[in-house]
């Protein structure tokens, strides 16, 4: 049962995709913001799962290795997760090491403390 998302089924979309390389991708932005890196580092570490997520689909699935729209589809699930590691770890950063300066909006932003009047 082939989709436009899944290739296989849901099921092993959700397993390889979703929770094992969305997993390692949650922790892979949660790295890249620990150690200060830019987000540039967060687009290839959400690459290179997504081709590992591939291989896992084509090894274990008989899904297919070199499909570039099931890699895109892939890569963009990926992506996200990777990206919201990336962006709720380092909110918590800034406004932990520097809370004299910022204050946090929500869980993926923040923003400059109003100064005291004089």
């Not at 899944?6 to 620990?34: D, H, K, P, Q």
Request: net charge positive; charged share 10%; with cysteine.
């Amino acid at each position: 049962m082939q989709g436009i998302i899944w290739e296989t089924n849901i099921g092993v979309f959700l397993l390889v995709t979703i929770f094992l390389a969305g997993g390692a991708g949650y922790m892979s932005g949660r790295s890249v913001a620990l150690t200060w890196r830019p987000f540039a580092f967060v687009l290839l570490y959400a690459a290179a799962l997504a081709c590992a997520a591939r291989f896992f689909n084509a090894a274990l699935f008989r899904g297919t290795l070199l499909s570039l729209h099931y890699w895109i589809i892939d890569y963009v699930f990926i992506l996200a997760i990777t990206a919201l590691g990336f962006r709720l770890t380092r909110t918590t950063q800034m406004v932990s090491q520097y809370s004299w300066l910022y204050e946090r909006i929500n869980p993926f932003f923040w923003r400059a403390k109003p100064k005291a009047p004089a």
